[in-house]
């Protein structure tokens, strides 16, 4: 049962990637799809200096990422173990980097370094454990934010005074004999929390 699941993670991991990988393709081909009166002089100094913002350096960068990323994957089977690890090593930092600024969701880290474990260890046991050791990673720190977000809204006097009319908006309308017309008591239970909440946090 233990190895049935192991391989459900792996197959589902494997999967969620060529997902990912196809995504630059998709984009590739709705700009060969374009006509000429949708694209812009590819001339003149307006492009040549767009080109060399750094928005226009950041996005040819991660462009790079992803390709290398979709090539390394591709071919990881065939390369020597050393380039193999090299390039795994240079990828697991690279998703550091863009998790760090915010370039990749949690998600997507978590697919793409649980596809890096995939593609550098062959025994599926210890594929297993690395997969396991991301996943109890990546929850403790979801937990962690969870935490400190949890700390600041009980510091948070806005928070306090929303949650003290949540209880009475809720008691009020929960005695209710009849709501307005057109609402369920759970709609119109909503709609009085909106407003709660709207007034709370009014500037």
Known sequence: MKKLLTLLVLCVVFVAAMLWWKRDDAGLSSDVMRTPSDTVDASGPALASLQTTPQAQAHRERQ???????????????LRAVE????????????DTYEAAGGLSAGEAVLLRTALVKATIDDPARQAEEVAAIADRYRTHAD?????FAAQQANDPRFQSYKA???QVVSEVMAMTSVPAGLT??????Q???EERERAYAP
């Open 165 to 167: 009319r949540e209880a």
């Open 144 to 148: 962690q934010r969870m935490a400190a």
């Open 192 to 194: 009085r929390l909106q």
């Open 64 to 78: 790079r990422f992803e390709a290398d990323a979709k090539d390394f994957f591709a071919r990881s089977a065939s």
């Open 185 to 190: 008591r759970d709609q119109y239970l909503r």
């Open 84 to 95: 193999r690890s090299e390039r795994a090593d240079a990828l697991a930092r690279q998703i």
